[in-house]
């Protein structure tokens, strides 16, 4: 999945490191996961889920201004998680009412 993901990445324009990419495929694999269970998605291919959810996540990230954010309804971590993985150095705050999400957004934080 890395090798797939490094060529969307590539596709994009966008340049991260490997430990980056590295995280961005455990949190797919994580979301595939739980979304088995818990049905946090309705895209069910890994494949898919690094261009609808990570790539589509991630390009906004040069347009971003400030380093404090906050992801209102983030469901399972879309944007948020990707863009706190390519934006180290900002915070993110993320907001869910649901709590199948909220448990997997702390099983994703720990």
Same mark, same amino acid.
């Given at each position: 999945?890395?090798?797939?993901?490094?060529?969307?990445?590539?596709?994009?324009?966008?340049?991260?490191?490997?430990?980056?990419?590295? !995280?961005?495929?455990?949190?797919?694999?994580? *979301? $595939?996961?739980?979304?088995? +269970?818990?049905? /946090?998605?309705?895209? #069910?291919?890994? !494949?898919?889920?690094?261009?609808?959810?990570? *790539? $589509?996540?991630?390009?906004? +990230?040069?347009? /971003?201004?400030?380093? #404090?954010?906050?992801?209102?309804?983030?469901?399972?971590?879309?944007?948020?998680?990707?863009?706190?993985?390519?934006?180290?150095?900002?915070?993110?705050?993320?907001?869910?009412?649901?709590?199948?999400?909220?448990?997997?957004?702390?099983?994703?934080?720990?």
């Amino acid at each position: 999945m890395i090798n797939t993901l490094t060529s969307l990445l590539q596709a994009a324009g966008i340049s991260l490191s490997d430990q980056q990419k590295q !995280q961005l495929v455990a949190y797919v694999g994580l *979301l $595939d996961k739980w979304n088995k +269970a818990y049905n /946090l998605t309705s895209v #069910r291919d890994p !494949q898919q889920m690094l261009v609808r959810h990570i *790539l $589509d996540s991630i390009v906004v +990230a040069p347009h /971003l201004q400030g380093s #404090r954010f906050i992801d209102v309804g983030t469901g399972p971590g879309l944007p948020g998680i990707p863009l706190a993985i390519v934006m180290p150095d900002a915070h993110f705050t993320l907001l869910d009412s649901l709590g199948k999400r909220v448990r997997f957004l702390r099983q994703v934080s720990a």
